[in-house]
Every structure is written in C-alpha cells, then in structure tokens.
C-alpha cells in the first residue's frame, strides 16, 4: 500500500502471488476504510498473473470492489469448470442477502462436504446454519456493510488434508459497540475489546437483553467443534479463537493494529484419512 498523494491510497497487488478469501474480502474492507477517511476511492493495481486475476475473477472479488476501488479489472476469464469456490464474495447487507446466499451454496455444499470432506450428507444442513449465522451476525450486530466467501482448498502441507475456508468480514461498530450499551457497566474499567470478544464468544453474551435471541456464535462453536474445525474472530485490537489440536495460533490474542466492524474466521478440515 503506498500513498497516491496527500488524498489518496494506492494499493499496489502487480506481484500478488495468492489470497485466501480472509485475504480478498479483508482488502475490500481495507479499501472501505482508506475511503473513508480520505473521502475518495483509493486506486487499486491488480495482480499482474494472469492465473491470480482468473482466480479473482471466479471469486468475483473484482464485482465486490466496485464502488470500494478505482480499478480498472482485468478482461473477463471464463469460470473454470471444476471449481474448488463454494461462494464468491458475497455482499451482506439485508436479510434477504443471507436468504440467498443459504439458496445458492445447497448444492455445491453437499458435494464439497461429502467428497472432499468426507461428511455425511446430512452434513449440508449444519453447514447452511453455519453460513446463515455468521451472515446473520452482520445484520444484527455490524449495522454496516459486510462481505462473505468460502472455498475448499487443499492443505497438503499443513495440514495434509482439504479443507473449507469461510470468511465473513464487515466494517460495522465491532463487538465491543455492539455489546457496549448492555453490558459494559457490569465490566467498569475492564470493558474493552478482549473482554467484549471473551463475554460473547466464551460466555454467549448478546446486546439483546432476552436470552432467545443472539445465540449464533455458540452454535457455531459447538458444530465446528465437532467437525474438528478452527473458529477466530477477530474486533478492535483483539482476536479469540477456538483452536483446534492440528492449529497452533493462539486461542486469544490483544494489543493487535485495529480493525474496524469484526472478522470471523472458520476452517473446516476434511475427516482424518480422507
């Protein structure tokens, strides 16, 4: 990233070799902020490689940066026929956005689970609660713009099994706004964004006041837990996770550089052996 001049932001991706979905969607809310502040779309160089635009493209990251960048995208690939993407980057901003997204991934979720992963077919149906909650969670905490993607990789040197990533980001208030007016008084000084990330993740405290509702991040927990997944969020200065053993990133981290709205981070490996 380097600056344009005094009012604008370049971010550079010519020598771009390779982005996750945490890594394309966390560059759509870099260029939401750096908008912002500057109060004009910072300019973005896309990648030089043909094969990491023909990837962008079949994300439709270059869709999603419309409206957040100056770019000017590359010519339009045609979408390979065996692709790896469960769902491109997706905007969420209503209800009807999470609708759709459960409709779109149905049956390219069951295929990617049970072949790839190794999962009982009725695996699709815990995975759609999965998306529809972490995309739920921007319309009732972030109260801003989001984003959502998810792919199967294979993680042969780390993990030496596939996987799916999902990644769901937004540049809303955090957890830390989101839960403030409820539950800051009872934390006095202590109140911050760690322990606003451990009251929700750790304890299910919700800025709702009836329990019934906001429950989202402990269902998750408890069925990536199953499958043996990997589950951070990350708000402000600080990132929780729930760690598996084949993981070796801290469960809870603080003091990191900001960030603006709330990351959510899940990985879902394939059964041991398959």
Known sequence: ?????????????????????????????????????????????????????????????????????????????????????????????????????????????????????????????????????????IIEHAEAPGWVAAQSYNWARRLGRNVVVISVMDVGRGFRGSLGDEHSARYGDRWGDTTALEAAFLHGLTRFPDSGRGQGIQQIRRQVRRWDGAITIRSGTARIGQVPEWDDQPPLSDGLEPFPGAQISIVLPAKAGE
């Open 1 to 137: 990233m380097a600056q344009l001049d005094e009012s604008r932001t370049l971010f550079d991706a010519r020598h771009l070799r390779w982005a996750d979905p945490n890594g394309m969607v966390g560059l759509l809310v870099a260029g939401v902020v750096a908008g912002k502040k500057q109060g004009t779309l910072p300019r973005l160089e896309p990648p030089e490689s043909a094969d990491v635009t023909g990837y962008l493209s079949r994300m439709a990251f270059f869709e999603a940066a419309r409206g957040v960048f100056d770019c000017d995208p590359p010519a339009r690939r045609p979408p390979a026929r065996d692709s790896d993407v469960l769902l491109e980057i997706t905007p969420i901003t209503a209800n009807a956005d999470v609708h759709e997204v459960i409709d779109r991934v149905q049956s390219k979720a069951g295929s990617i689970l049970t072949s790839k992963l190794g999962y009982p077919a009725t695996a699709v149906v815990q995975f759609s609660v999965i998306l529809s909650e972490v995309c739920q969670n």
